[in-house]
């Protein structure tokens, strides 16, 4: 990758100095499955085809790529997808010229001998450890804090997304706000849609509801909740996790492609959907559980209701997590919605099997949750994309 000063033409923050073309590097450890690929590969994305940057991308588990983007080859190397350099890091690291920015896809350990090249480059890289998502408060005060390397002369900067103006913001394509109303107001498309997924079923007043969950003790007593709910519910599970455990739960066999009735609730289980397949999967349902970061960042920008269920830690530290958010999330809803969403929320987080009680509480306050999901989506919107935050930042420390 070699450096480019052209011209791009801005795609948004109008009034900003025309950007210049830099070369990236955003090196990704897959952890957690698919959250942070799925983060890393948008951000790959945004950067290459929204700001015109020329991105490479390091991934170690081509496998759990290939899920995501089916046309990453696993055998190869070095490959060119949708216009962004992928690499696969293995622990042989090739001889390589570190680009001009070095993104740590949350908070991975660089190379050494990749360390030592940048510290002999002038101008040095710009560093980033762009971090976790978080509502905590002190992520506000902790963005963009610069490390200085113990022995090289680097210097690494904390980078934050978060939900408000003083972090990074959350990854917002162009245009994704328009293409997500024009959806969401066309019910011949929604319903074209869930044909297309293999969920075909007439528009006949019950709630839908997408499901995308690790294991939770939890989940049991929620599908009897909705079982039993009389207005009935429809929900849709992508194969994986969800889908394994409610086989167990209801002592039966559930192949993609089929759906299974089982009192009010009706289940369809779908094939694992790419990025841009499940965005419209959220914007279709009425209510959607997620799970981990990048799915719980694309439910917020989908403008419907959501259960967010932090990635499991030991000592119960993600619950703290989990009610950062939701405090902020709620703030805005009378008290008893706000009571309504914190009795599901938590207890699904706890996986208590209190789910099933908040259940019917939560679903009677649905149209004033809704609400609060389109104007805390809006808000989102107001605290600018991240990519053109991080580029921002980057740009002004590279001149």
Not at 44 to 53: D, K
Not at 124 to 134: G, K, Q, R
Not at 242 to 266: D, F, W, Y
Not at 298 to 323: G, N, V
Request: hydrophobic letters at 45%; one cysteine or more.
């Amino acid at each position: 990758m070699t450096k480019q000063r052209q011209p791009v033409a801005e795609l948004a923050n109008a009034g900003r100095r025309p950007r210049t073309r830099h070369c990236w590097d955003i090196f990704c450890s897959v952890v957690d499955n698919f959250g942070d690929i799925g983060f890393c590969w948008r951000l790959a994305r945004r950067l290459t085809t929204g700001l015109g940057q020329d991105v490479r991308l390091w991934v170690d588990d081509l496998g759990s790529f290939k899920r995501l983007r089916p046309g990453v080859d696993t055998e190869r190397a070095e490959q060119n997808i949708d216009g962004v350099e992928v690499c696969h890091w293995t622990s042989q690291f090739p001889v390589v010229r570190p680009a001009q920015i070095v993104i740590e896809g949350f908070g991975v350990r660089l190379p050494d001998q990749y360390i030592e090249a940048m510290a002999v480059m002038h101008p040095a890289p710009v560093w980033i450890n762009l971090e976790y998502l978080s509502a905590e408060a002190w992520v506000d005060e902790h963005h963009t804090l610069p490390s200085p390397h113990p022995r090289l002369p680097l210097t690494k900067y904390f980078f934050f997304p978060g939900f408000t103006a003083a972090t990074g913001g959350v990854l917002i394509e162009d245009g994704l706000t328009a293409a997500r109303e024009a959806m969401q107001a066309d019910a011949v498309a929604v319903q074209a849609f869930r044909r297309a997924l293999g969920c075909d079923a007439d528009d006949d007043g019950r709630l839908w509801v997408s499901l995308f969950c690790y294991e939770n003790a939890a989940l049991p007593a929620l599908v009897s909740a909705w079982a039993d709910d009389a207005r009935g519910v429809h929900c849709v599970v992508p194969e994986g996790y969800a889908l394994a455990q409610l086989e167990k739960i209801l002592a039966r066999s559930v192949p993609v492609g089929t759906r299974v009735e089982h009192r009010h609730l009706t289940l369809h289980a779908v094939h694992f959907l790419d990025p841009d397949q499940y965005d419209r999967l959220l914007w279709s349902c009425d209510m959607n559980f997620v799970r981990g970061e990048e799915s719980f960042v694309r439910a917020q920008l989908a403008a419907r209701p959501l259960i967010w269920q932090a990635y499991p830690q030991e000592a119960a530290t993600h619950l703290d997590k989990a009610l950062a958010f939701r405090q902020r999330y709620s703030a805005a809803l009378g008290e008893a919605e706000a009571q309504a969403y914190a009795a599901l929320f938590d207890a699904w987080n706890r996986q208590d099997p209190a789910c099933a009680a908040a259940w019917p509480r939560f679903a009677a306050c649905l149209d004033s949750i809704r609400a609060n999901a389109a104007a805390w989506s809006g808000r989102l919107l107001q605290n600018g994309d991240l990519a053109l935050n991080l580029d921002k930042f980057c740009e002004d420390r590279l001149e």
